[in-house]
């Protein structure tokens, strides 16, 4: 009985100090607007249920903090979160706040100190020294592999001309791993004829153990996370990852050490790496080219496989999609040159439209670790900032009565000049944005060219979604083929 009192002792002056040490926390939460809370649950109930219902409360709670003027204070368990919608706030946010959120800790445990997820202290430091690699010239290198990668897809598609309806995103994020791994590893896997590897297996495993460790608060602290099954099978399919990584890493740092590279022409990402002599270990040589590989796959693959549904039921847009692509390229079947890509401004354009309608990273999370002055509150440090992006990309305040319509023409110079920069953040903003942008970019517009070149696209709309991580759809992202008569590819 007696060491029950002391326990019970210890956590109240425990909580109490708890308390004293968050006061300017809970001053702060005092003077904040708030909606939709509850006595100590605060907002958690919010973020429970599975991954559809949880996506349409936090759609829901969105639009109570829009009704607020755009910002709010939420409280998650002992947590607090300052959101807002307001793009001169997301702005100051993104610009000064460059910690990541606590929950980026799951995704630590796999991809470590890679950009994505890494302590800002070692951003900075890796930031400087990775990106001179992601300049232009040398993704410009890559663009042969886009092209021989999308025809590749093209030809594995025939096979579903004339056939029902079929989830086309299984085949498009083979392709941008086939294209991933070559331009980071210089590894040809040949995903898309052979999509069933351990690694492939063990990488998605690990992804759907993280997203459930983001959406179930009971599996979130580590000691009772270990206590479970998932803590053992997470750790088998990490090694499994990390070793295949390890020794592509070992190979070329071998190589590297014996007297350099030799090959002429085109270099992949850890050639570039090594060659910058800045000292990566081989486990940081790991920890960036995961993360490329990784972060760099799944994001594209989702732009690419929703921009194939708008355009599946928008017969106008995509018609006029193929116009520009048959005045490119004629009736020439070459792969797309950097001035092909240049020249495609309304596929551009449709593309942003894509990532504005479907923002597949959801939410970005932040943490500050000064004071940072917002237009209506100054955040101390210790305040963790959510933005938005899926949906002050269909606000109306932003993005006028039609925000939920797929008008391409939005991203037309004249109709872009006067936008916030923080209007459209789809690689997010400021000094921590995608690094992998201009990749990006480059990769999805090939990979389409060649697809609508070859194919013509149906769809239905679709109103279902879920939050995995991404944004995806319910039921999948599901198309019809039928090869064009015109020869254009």
């Known amino acids: 009985m007696f060491v029950f009192v002391i326990i019970f002792m210890v956590a109240i002056v425990y909580y109490i100090h708890f308390r004293h040490m968050r006061k300017p926390l809970y001053e702060l939460a005092e003077q904040m607007p708030t909606i939709g809370d509850l006595p100590v ?41 300052v959101v807002s919608l307001d793009p001169e706030d997301v702005q100051k946010i993104l610009e000064n706040c460059l910690e990541k959120d606590s929950t980026y800790k799951f ?3 796999w991809l470590g100190n890679g950009l994505f997820v ?23 290198d890559y663009i042969e592999v886009f092209g021989q990668q999308g025809e590749v897809l093209a030809q594995r598609l025939a096979e ?19 294209i991933v791994f070559e331009t980071a590893m210089g590894e040809k896997m040949d995903v898309q004829n052979n999509p069933d590897t351990p690694y492939l297996r063990a990488r998605n495993c690990v992804m759907s153990i993280i997203n459930m460790r983001l959406f179930k608060a009971w599996l979130q602290p580590d000691a009772l996370f270990n206590l479970t099954h998932y803590a053992k099978i997470q750790k088998e399919n990490i090694d499994i990852t990390h070793k295949f990584t390890d020794e592509v890493v070992r190979k070329k740092k071998e190589l590297f050490d014996a007297g350099g590279f030799t090959k002429e022409g085109r270099k992949d990402f850890l050639e570039l790496l090594l060659s910058k002599d800045a000292k990566f270990t081989n486990k940081e040589l790991r920890e960036h080219i995961d ?8 994001t594209t693959a989702l732009v690419v496989a929703y921009t194939l549904l708008l355009l599946g039921n928008h017969e106008e847009e995509q018609e006029k999609v193929f116009k520009e692509l048959k005045d490119i390229f004629g009736d ?12 495609m401004e309304y596929l551009e354009r449709v593309l942003k439209e894509t990532m504005r309608l479907y923002t597949v990273v959801p939410i970005i999370a932040r943490k500050t670790v000064k004071e940072v002055k917002l237009s209506t509150f100054t955040l101390p440090a210790g305040v963790g900032c959510a933005v938005a992006p899926f949906v002050m990309h269909r606000s109306k305040k932003l993005w006028g009565p039609d925000a939920d319509c797929f008008n391409p023409d939005r991203f037309l110079p004249e109709n872009s000049v006067d936008r916030h920069p923080c209007a459209f953040i789809p690689f997010s903003h400021g ?24 194919y013509k696209v149906t769809s239905r709309s679709i109103n279902r979604f879920k939050i995995e991580i991404l944004l995806f759809p319910v039921p999948g992202h599901m198309i019809s083929i039928e090869r064009r008569n015109t020869k254009c590819n």
């Open 41 to 81: 649950l605060g907002h958690t109930h919010w973020f429970i249920g599975g991954p559809e219902r949880l996506l349409q409360n936090i759609q829901q709670l969105a639009e109570r903090v829009d009704s607020l003027g755009g910002l709010c204070k939420l409280w998650i368990g002992p947590s607090l979160y």
């Open 107 to 109: 995704l630590r445990t």
């Open 118 to 140: 890494a302590p800002v202290d070692k951003w900075k430091v890796h930031r400087r020294a990775v990106l001179p690699i992601f300049n232009n010239r040398i993704i410009e």
């Open 160 to 178: 579903q001309v004339g056939q029902k309806e079929f989830d086309v995103y299984k085949y498009i994020t083979s392709c941008m791993l086939d």
């Open 291 to 298: 993360s490329i590989t990784i972060a760099g796959n799944d």
């Open 332 to 343: 020439s079947d070459r792969l797309p040159t950097r001035e092909d890509l240049n020249k």
């Open 431 to 454: 000094t921590r944005n995608c690094i992998g942008r201009h990749f990006g970019m480059l990769a999805m517009k090939s990979i389409l060219a060649t697809m609508l070149r070859t």
